[in-house]
């Protein structure tokens, strides 16, 4: 690495020009003074000073050689050469070689290297962000479209009730979407927030149309790349039906995860159910813990209790919907939701959230700032940060110069360009820093005030 034979004899022709370490063997061969007479670029030394000797002409510290500071930039290159990691990087140092802060420069070198950077794994899991817990049925919705045996559906469930509604597509085209969702929403009315993807189908004018039309509310929980065809249907539809659209990254579907996980729900009552329409009836009306939901074929789900302790039909229509299964008429009758259902869905979404967070070792990623230069780990590309759109939501310009949306999950920070000029900089001898001290603070001593009458 840096001790080459060639290195070696480099390393002893710096260090006889270096008036630094002239000084430095002065003091090894005759005695170090004490700290406050030593020049400021000697501190850095000082601590070290009963482990530097001189071999072979070059200064070693213990068995390591020291490197001359305009020498040790094109070190620390060598000593990352293989992309090791932290550890493995130090570990090889202190076989090696030794200065005054090289390990925070390591430290600094290999959290900064590019290559390492595009190449390292996903970003760690962030917090959990859950949606507010809805005190009314059908306020929220969230929407999806699947396929399953070659053909299309579309999920609708609400947020409150966890009410299903599946329909299958003839096309996925957006005015079909919004036809199906506009028949939906005449049976159960409009809702003010409708949650789903970015996918063609929704992210366009006719569908925002409708939203504002039908007066609810579209919105994304997280950002994702703009469409250049489709953008007029439900644009439209949002707009005329006066809604608002809460679009989620289709690149980060845990974002939506109520509406992903209804997906799995529907697909499992359909490739279990004889009858999807039965099944889903069932779903709706069966007292059922959350956890066990997607056991249950469609028509159960419908009736299936929840954790709070009602079913989806009880908390969206105030009854028990009649099924198969034979059933007292009392038991059909309207009764209002209990006052508990809302603080146990309440306490309920804190358990999650905190179950989630210990589960994959949650904690928040530091904000990026305007002009970051970013490596895009979903489209291996890299961008600038143009400016921050939502609470974990950033507008990037791509190298080509499109400007595209992304989560800060898919965005990793890379170095500044001048990041190996701060190293060199921190590497000058005449830039020597003081070292801390660590003697403690003496207390200021003063005479007792009962003594002033005894002078």
């Given amino acids: 690495m840096c001790k080459r034979d060639g290195q070696k004899e480099r390393l002893a022709k710096n260090f006889a020009v270096q008036n630094t370490f002239e000084k430095i063997k002065e003091y090894v061969q005759k005695g170090w003074p004490e700290r406050k007479n030593c020049r400021r670029d000697i501190l850095p030394y000082y601590k070290h000073r009963d482990y530097i000797t001189i071999v072979d002409n070059m200064f070693t510290y213990q068995d390591r050689i020291i490197v001359p500071p305009h020498e040790r930039k094109q070190c620390l290159k060598e000593i990352h050469s293989g992309h090791l990691g932290l550890n493995k990087s130090k570990a090889r140092a202190k076989e090696t070689v030794w200065w005054p802060g090289i390990s925070q420069q390591i430290t600094d070198m290999v959290n900064n290297c590019e290559e390492c950077i595009r190449n390292s794994n996903m970003n760690h899991v962030e917090p959990m962000l859950p949606f507010s817990v809805e005190t009314l049925p059908w306020i929220c919705v969230g929407t999806d479209l699947f396929e399953f045996r070659a053909k299309k559906y579309l999920v609708v469930q609400d947020y409150y009730s966890k009410y299903l509604e599946v329909v299958e597509l003839k096309s996925t085209k957006g005015i079909n979407i919004i036809n199906e969702l506009k028949e939906i929403f005449s049976r159960f009315g409009i809702p003010k927030i409708v949650r789903s993807d970015c996918g063609k189908q929704y992210d366009n004018y006719e569908f925002q149309k409708f939203a504002k039309d039908y007066n609810f509310e579209w919105k994304p929980s997280s950002p994702t790349y703009p469409r250049s065809n489709g953008l007029y249907e439900f644009q439209k539809f949002a707009k005329d039906y006066n809604f608002e659209w809460k679009p989620s990254s289709p690149t980060y579907p845990r974002s939506n995860g109520l509406v992903e996980s ?24 069966t007292k059922l813990r959350t956890t066990l939901r997607e056991k249950i074929p469609i028509l159960a789900y419908r009736n299936t209790k929840l954790s709070c ?3 989806p039909s009880e908390l969206l229509m105030g009854r028990t919907l009649r099924e198969k299964i034979p059933i007292h008429n009392h038991k059909l009758q309207i009764k209002p939701p209990a006052q508990k259902v809302h603080r146990e869905m309440k306490i309920a979404k804190e358990i999650q959230k905190r179950n989630y ?24 590309k890299e961008g600038i940060v143009k400016r921050k759109i939502g609470t974990r939501s950033y507008l990037v310009e791509t190298e080509n110069g499109n400007d595209i949306k992304g989560n ?18 921190e590497n000058k001898e005449n830039k020597g820093t003081e070292e801390p001290n660590n003697q403690a603070r003496k207390r200021k001593r003063e005479r007792p005030t009962y003594l002033n009458d005894y002078r």
């Fill in 262 to 285: 209804a997906v799995k729900t529907a697909k499992s009552i359909l490739k279990k159910s004889h009858d999807p329409n039965l099944g889903l009836l069932a779903y709706r009306n």
């Fill in 309 to 311: 302790g009602a079913s």
């Fill in 357 to 380: 967070d210990k589960r994959h070792g949650a904690k928040e990623h530091k904000e990026l700032e305007k002009d970051d230069r970013v490596w895009i780990t979903n489209e291996k």
């Fill in 408 to 425: 800060r999950y898919h965005l990793k920070k890379l170095p500044d360009k001048d990041m190996d000029s701060r190293i060199e900089t």
